[in-house]
């Protein structure tokens, strides 16, 4: 089963994802995560990734598109992926949907953590003092954020064509959110 996560930065994306994953038994891929280790590590990647990370920009289409097909050709990947945040533009969802059909399977169902802008904002400065990411900073969060509005939301109507969006209220405990989770996959 492939299930692609969706929702502004700080949505709880990630800890969601980890919890389904784990009671799927499936891999769970975001290019977040990549991307970081990348700049951490200092590959090529990295290094071409690392300006437009830190300021809040999105990274290209191409560059994701080819880690996805990498992820995708791992053996653990043949049974479906949990991927958080890896579909952010029109152009990368038309590229899933290429290198998926190419294998015969299809974006199973695209969960969106819906939440408001003032609980983002609360919720990523909390994660700053934690964290310390270069792009929790409020000038960069305010990056992210119009990128999400701007190239990201207009994904949820193309899903919504395709039948496979589901909503997911994403206030509440961890506990109560992954309940939604469960019930909105029909689990
Ligand atoms: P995240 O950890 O999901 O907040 O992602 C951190 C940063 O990685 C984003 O602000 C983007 O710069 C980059 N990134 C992650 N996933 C993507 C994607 N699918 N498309 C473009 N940029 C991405």
Same mark, same amino acid.
Request: neutral net charge; glycine residues 10%; without cysteine.
């Given at each position: 089963?492939?299930?692609?996560?969706? !929702?502004?930065?700080?949505?709880?994306?990630?800890? +969601?994802? $980890?919890?389904? $994953?784990?009671?799927? %038994?499936?891999?769970?891929?975001? /290019? %977040?995560?990549?991307?970081? &280790? $990348?700049?951490?590590?200092? /590959?090529?990647?990295?290094?071409?990734?690392?300006? @437009?990370? #830190?300021?809040?920009?999105?990274?290209?289409?191409?560059?994701?598109? !080819?880690?996805?097909?990498?992820?995708?050709?791992?053996?653990?990947?043949?049974? %479906?992926?949990?991927?958080? %945040?890896? @579909?952010?533009?029109?152009?990368?969802?038309?590229?899933?949907?290429?290198?998926?059909?190419?294998?015969?399977?299809?974006?199973?169902?695209?969960?969106?953590? &819906?939440?408001?802008?003032?609980?983002?904002?609360?919720?990523?400065?909390?994660?700053?003092? @934690? #964290?310390?990411?270069?792009?929790?900073?409020? *000038?960069?969060?305010?990056?992210?954020?119009?990128?999400?509005?701007?190239? /990201?939301?207009?994904?949820?109507?193309?899903?919504? $064509?395709?039948?496979?969006?589901?909503?997911?209220?994403? =206030?509440? /405990? =961890?506990? #109560?959110?992954? *309940?939604?989770?469960? +019930?909105?996959?029909?689990?």
């Amino acid at each position: 089963m492939d299930i692609l996560l969706m !929702g502004p930065p700080g949505a709880g994306k990630g800890t +969601q994802g $980890a919890l389904l $994953a784990e009671s799927l %038994g499936l891999p769970k891929f975001a /290019t %977040g995560d990549l991307l970081r &280790d $990348a700049v951490k590590r200092g /590959t090529p990647l990295g290094l071409q990734a690392r300006a @437009v990370m #830190e300021a809040g920009h999105l990274v290209g289409d191409e560059i994701i598109l !080819g880690v996805v097909r990498d992820e995708l050709a791992k053996p653990e990947a043949a049974k %479906g992926v949990i991927f958080d %945040g890896v @579909v952010r533009t029109i152009p990368q969802a038309e590229g899933m949907e290429r290198i998926l059909t190419d294998k015969g399977r299809a974006m199973d169902a695209v969960l969106f953590f &819906d939440v408001t802008d003032q609980e983002i904002l609360s919720r990523l400065e909390r994660r700053r003092a @934690v #964290e310390q990411r270069a792009d929790d900073d409020p *000038a960069a969060v305010a990056t992210r954020l119009e990128a999400y509005r701007d190239q /990201t939301s207009p994904l949820l109507a193309w899903y919504e $064509a395709r039948k496979s969006l589901r909503r997911i209220p994403a =206030v509440g /405990t =961890v506990a #109560e959110i992954a *309940a939604r989770v469960r +019930q909105a996959l029909g689990r």
